[in-house]
Every structure is written in C-alpha cells, then in structure tokens.
C-alpha cells in the first residue's frame, strides 16, 4: 500500500493568509494525486485533481502542485467559506489511500 | 447532473452482517471505465477507502478488510450494495459511495451524503 502522510495536522491561520499542506507519498506516484475538501457533516468535495487541476467551480485560490513522492495543497487569500478539512487520496494503485488530514481552523 | 445516495440500517450489532444500498442516477454502471466506491469515516477520523466495483464487475477491496467486505452491482436498478460481514463496534462510521468517471480520470466525485452506522449491542 501507498502511504500518505499530510503536514501539519491542524492550522490556524487567518483571513487573506496564504497557506500550504503537505501530502507526502511512500513512493513515487506522480501525478495520481487528489485533493478534497470537507466539511463538517458533509461528504468530501473534489478540489483538485492529478495533482494540479482544478475541477470546475473551485476558485483559483487554490492551487496544486508537486510531483515523485511530495504534494502541495495552497490556498491565496483564505475565505471564510475555506475553513475546513483537507484529505490528499492517490490513485496510482489500489488501495486507492487517503492522508489522515488537515484541519485548517481560524486562528 | 450525477447524484449518490446511500440507504441501510442505523445501528447494527457486534457480529451481524451489514448491508448498505447506493443508489444512483445520471450514470451508467454499463459505460467503459466508470466505477462506485466506497469509503468510511469514523467519527471525528480520517476517511478509509474500502473498495471500488468497476463497469467490468471487477472489484478490489482495501487488504485489511478485504474477508469481510463484499461489493457488487444491479445495473438494471442503478444500485451498488456493500456487504461486511462480522460488524464491530469499531466499524461504527459514517459510509460513503462515490462515482469515478473513467480510466484515465479516476477522481472520486460526486460523492452520496453519506449514512452513519453504529454498531452496538
């Protein structure tokens, strides 16, 4: 199995900060790579696929990139609406794993 | 517009065999490359992949469950059922089913709202 370990596991940061998240991968696995966004009580909301597109509808603050073994999640200019948590999942074998999370909180 | 909902009991108990129902429209379970997942998530926990059923009834469970988890498709009803057997407290989560639209773009979405199941006696 592919593991996915996401850093930090919770920030606090404030409204217009720019933020980033780590997904780091057990092995190479470029560029099967998403990022969802979830809210409390919601199901999980597609931000980001193969590693740095953006589906259709999410703002452009957000934004992907990385490659080999080492994903990034960044967020310009938080919004309210932005608080929330984040999973990275691959895709490049099955299990198809997620990261265990980041909860990015109002600091 | 695609949607997912998942149906089944609330509560179950330790040892009995859960079934849960996902049921979808504006997709084919017949069209090359499309798939439904299933994922989990225990209260206030990380989500767990579980398994995928694809167009071509192949199948792949996650490996730690992989005795105990069963899924299959009713085309004709646009339906994916998951069966685990031998429920436990700790498969107390919240299960969800999710589309993936093709091969070469595999991302889960949409997904169903998600139904909680907590098992005790």
């Known amino acids: 199995d592919i593991q996915l370990t996401q850093s930090p596991s919770t920030l606090s940061a404030s409204v217009g900060d720019r933020v980033t998240i780590t997904c780091r991968a057990s092995q190479t696995m470029t560029p099967w790579l998403a990022w969802y966004q979830q809210k409390p009580g919601k199901p999980p909301k597609l931000l980001i696929s193969k590693a740095s597109t953006l589906e259709s509808g999410v703002p452009s603050r957000f934004s992907g990139s990385g490659s080999g073994t080492e994903f990034t999640l960044t967020i310009s200019g938080l919004q309210p609406d932005d608080f929330a948590t984040y999973y990275c999942?691959?895709?490049?074998?099955?299990?198809?794993?997620f990261g265990q999370g980041t909860k990015l909180d109002i600091k | 517009q695609i949607t997912l909902e998942e149906s089944g009991p609330t509560l179950v108990k330790p040892t009995q065999t859960l079934t849960l129902t996902c049921s979808f429209s504006g997709f084919s379970l017949t069209t090359g490359g499309v798939g439904v997942a299933w994922i989990r998530q225990p209260p206030g926990e990380a989500l767990e992949w579980l398994g995928v059923?694809?167009?071509?009834?192949?199948?792949v469970y996650t490996p730690s469950l992989k005795s105990r988890v069963a899924i299959s498709k009713d085309t004709s009803e646009n339906q994916v059922v998951l069966t685990m057997t031998n429920m436990d407290p700790a498969d107390t989560a919240t299960y969800y089913c999710a589309y993936r639209r093709r091969s070469s773009d595999p991302w889960y979405g949409p997904w169903g709202q998600g139904t909680l199941v907590t098992v005790s006696s």
């Open positions: 059923i694809y167009w071509n009834d192949d199948k």
């Open positions: 999942q691959q895709f490049y074998v099955h299990p198809h794993t």
